[in-house]
């Protein structure tokens, strides 16, 4: 029997002693592949826009007024009154409010993030937004005209595209096993990346802050106006007691102290590049170029 009646030829199968065979005579040309994916990969990494993470983790404030709250509410109930509502939910609705409109338009205020953000549309020496130019752009441009596509016409950047520039790059964790949500933000300019996660979260708590104290006050002008129609002794004085609970809140909510949430600790910064990293890029580079070597030598053997 000779050596070649064993293997399964290209008829029956794949020869996978020929291919293996094939590889090892394309060796040079296997490393000359490797070597130009490696060259590639150092070109990328010499261009490429290094990032930085930076991470803020919050809990949420004392909740004792919430549970005060709560007991209030059974006093309310006593005279027709459901306050269950009105407990505080605030760290509850955090991720929301840092992904809503309300806190971008706050942020967007502020000049030196837009231009930050949007550096591509800031025209520094003129002082002013301008339209970004690029052959790339224009083509786009046209390719969607030609199809019948919108093409709105172009405007500075303001809240709407702050808005979403913050959902797609901010990520917000939860702690499955404690009351903690992570912010996480990666950007080229580490003081950048700390700044804009202090600022969301102050604006965060800002905004929850200004709820709240527009719904107690409501609470609480609702609350003296049955005070002032109710002469049953016992309904009075649960109204009295659950108005001084509102009133404790808003006193709470009108401090300068956090109201939502409160951060655990300062923003933390990663001291080296999170993106990209070099040591995967060159692996991810080495890979490649090892996968065409063995792409050719799969299609040489086919053919064989």
Do not use: C
Not at 129 to 156: I, M, T
Request: net charge neutral; charged share 20%; glycine share 6%.
């Amino acid at each position: 029997m000779t050596a070649d009646s064993g293997a399964v030829s290209a008829g029956q199968g794949f020869d996978v002693l020929r291919f293996f065979s094939t590889v090892w005579r394309l060796r040079i040309w296997g490393a000359i592949l490797v070597a130009a994916a490696l060259a590639a990969a150092v070109a990328y990494l010499n261009i490429a826009t290094y990032r930085y993470t930076a991470s803020l983790s919050v809990a949420p404030v004392d909740q004792s007024m919430s549970q005060m709250q709560s007991g209030l509410s059974g006093l309310g109930s006593l005279v027709g009154i459901d306050l269950s509502l009105q407990q505080d939910n605030s760290f509850a609705l955090y991720s929301e409010a840092a992904y809503s409109l309300a806190v971008s338009e706050k942020l967007a205020q502020d000049s030196d993030i837009q231009q930050s953000v949007f550096p591509e549309a800031w025209n520094d020496r003129a002082r002013r937004w301008d339209e970004p130019r690029s052959s790339l752009r224009s083509v786009v441009r046209g390719l969607k005209r030609a199809v019948g596509v919108p093409v709105p016409a172009w405007h500075p950047p303001g809240a709407a595209e702050l808005n979403q520039y913050i959902r797609d790059q901010v990520e917000i964790a939860e702690d499955k096993r404690k009351p903690v949500l992570r912010l996480s933000f990666a950007h080229k300019d580490p003081k950048f990346a700390r700044r804009l996660l202090e600022e969301l979260h102050a604006e965060v708590d800002n905004f929850m802050r200004r709820k709240s104290l527009v719904r107690t006050s409501e609470y609480i002008a609702y609350l003296e106006t049955r005070l002032r129609q109710i002469t049953v002794s016992e309904y009075r004085e649960a109204l009295a007691q659950t108005l001084g609970g509102y009133e404790k809140t808003r006193m709470l909510a009108s401090s300068p102290t956090a109201f939502a949430a409160d951060k655990l600790g300062g923003t933390i910064v990663s001291t080296e590049p999170t993106s990209p990293q070099p040591a995967m890029v060159l692996a991810l580079g080495a890979l490649a170029g090892i996968a065409l070597w063995f792409a050719i030598a799969w299609v040489v053997t086919l053919r064989q």
